[in-house]
């Protein structure tokens, strides 16, 4: 039977089905080459279901699949959908390798309101003017949408390289408490050269050390701020323990 659909990737195929009971029927199916994209959508749905349930609808919830400019933008993209009508938001860097988008990243959580503005003719006095200390015209203002309520970070010894850099910056630029277990402690700069048998070698050309403490990340994970380990059988009774106390953390901190 599987030998039917070699090379039939991405293509559709007519199937003639019998069920059980001898009636038969058409189906049309689209193979996949993996199934890698579905397990990882089904896997952030169902944590998205978890935070809905451990934060009684409170909370969303967001996961960063890697640091690169496909999962920046669906991070951009989702952010006011996770957020829409939450009080605040869980932001998950666990089992990600790695990239260079940390610094985007910090643009959409790390922005402090300087002024606040009132639009004309929404107050029939200035004297009434706190009432809009909260409104600061963002959307138009910043390459980036804005995120102002509270958040909190979710990393673990899979978080790599410039997830740890992110991990790092979050918690020592204290914009929220980073919870889950220390990242792996791999962070360089690299690049790869081509050798003239087909072959690759890679040299890394750059260290990277937290500015306020003086950390080589290369040989200090990002120590969380709250350790949780999941237990080995948390998938099989699908909980989260980590992402439980994430929730329970952020809605004390909201309260």
């Known amino acids: 039977f599987w030998a ?7 293509e559709k195929v007519l199937l003639d089905v019998k069920n059980s009971n ?3 029927r058409d189906v049309v199916i689209r193979p996949a080459g993996s199934l890698r994209n579905e397990l990882y959508d089904e896997w952030v749905k169902e944590r998205r279901k978890l935070t809905q349930e451990y934060s009684d609808g409170k909370l969303g919830y967001l996961h960063i699949r890697g640091m ?14 996770a957020g829409h009508d939450k009080e605040a938001i869980v932001i998950d860097v666990r089992f990600n390798g790695g990239g260079s988008t940390t610094d985007y990243l910090m643009a959409i959580l790390n922005v402090k309101q300087h002024a606040y503005t009132i639009p004309r ?27 102002n309520k509270p958040s909190i970070a ?19 630029l204290g914009i929220g408490t980073l919870v889950g277990t220390p990242t792996f402690g791999a962070v360089i700069s690299t690049s790869a050269v081509r050798l003239i048998d087909g072959s690759s070698v890679r040299m890394p050309f750059r260290g990277w050390f937290v500015k306020a403490t003086d950390i080589n990340m290369d040989k ?5 701020d709250i350790i949780v ?16 106390k994430a929730c329970e953390v952020l809605l004390e901190q909201i309260q």
Do not use: M
């Open 121 to 147: 003719g929404a107050e029939k006095s200035l004297t009434n003017n706190k009432n809009y200390r909260q409104y600061y015209p963002f959307a138009e203002r910043l390459p980036f949408f804005a995120w």
């Open 68 to 81: 690169d400019h496909p999962s920046f933008e669906r991070f951009e993209r989702e952010l006011t959908a």
């Open 154 to 172: 979710l990393c673990n010894s899979s978080s790599y390289s410039n997830a740890e850099i992110f991990s790092h910056a979050y918690k020592n």
């Open 220 to 224: 200090e994970p990002a120590r969380p």
């Open 229 to 244: 380990k999941n237990s080995p059988d948390s998938k099989t009774k699908g909980v989260d323990e980590q992402l439980k």
């Open 4 to 10: 039917l659909l070699t090379n039939s990737i991405n």
């Open 22 to 24: 001898g009636e038969q």
